[in-house]
């Protein structure tokens, strides 16, 4: 069984620290490019309701799996806008075509980040109801549905 290893990100530092190291691994001419899967928490999340927690699963293919709880709560607008060293940032990240994300129902997670942050995430796959989507089409079962 693999080793899942979880940090807390509730500072501009971190977030600036996590932003150059998810630039630099899909930047690399390393044929292998870990696929971010997200998660969005909050009250009522949509676009009236409030985010809380980002989290954000990385699979890079060693025993240790990577998960990042990022405290938007506390963190508010700096989550998404703080910068790098690589002058990106979270936003940058969510927005760029060529890094692959998974989102796990995505309808008010995606609703949420455009109204709050501004973000349109870009190359995105769906889960939910136990099918995977992309960019509104379904391309694979991913679970069997009972009945």
């Known amino acids: 069984m693999r080793e899942i290893k979880t940090d807390i990100i509730n500072t501009t530092k971190q ?3 996590l932003v150059d190291w998810l630039i630099l691994r899909h930047a ?3 044929p292998y490019k870990p696929t971010l899967y997200i998660d969005l928490e909050g009250v009522n999340l949509c676009r009236v309701g409030s985010l809380s927690i ?3 699963l990385i699979d890079i293919d060693i025993p240790t799996i990577r998960v990042y709880l990022i405290d938007v709560h506390s963190l508010d607008s700096r989550a998404s806008n703080t ?3 690589k002058q990106q940032t979270l936003k ?3 927005q760029d075509e060529r890094i692959p994300k998974v989102f796990f129902d995505v309808r008010n997670d995606s609703d949420a980040l455009f109204t709050h942050f501004g973000i349109a995430a870009r ?3 769906y889960l ?3 099918e995977c989507y992309e960019d509104d089409h379904e391309i694979q079962k991913v679970v069997k549905r009972p009945g």
């Open 123 to 125: 190359d995105r796959k």
């Open 92 to 94: 940058d990240v969510l």
């Open 128 to 130: 939910a109801y136990g």
């Open 15 to 17: 977030i600036g620290y």
């Open 28 to 30: 690399s001419p390393e």
């Open 83 to 85: 910068a790098g060293i």
């Open 54 to 56: 980002f989290t954000l």
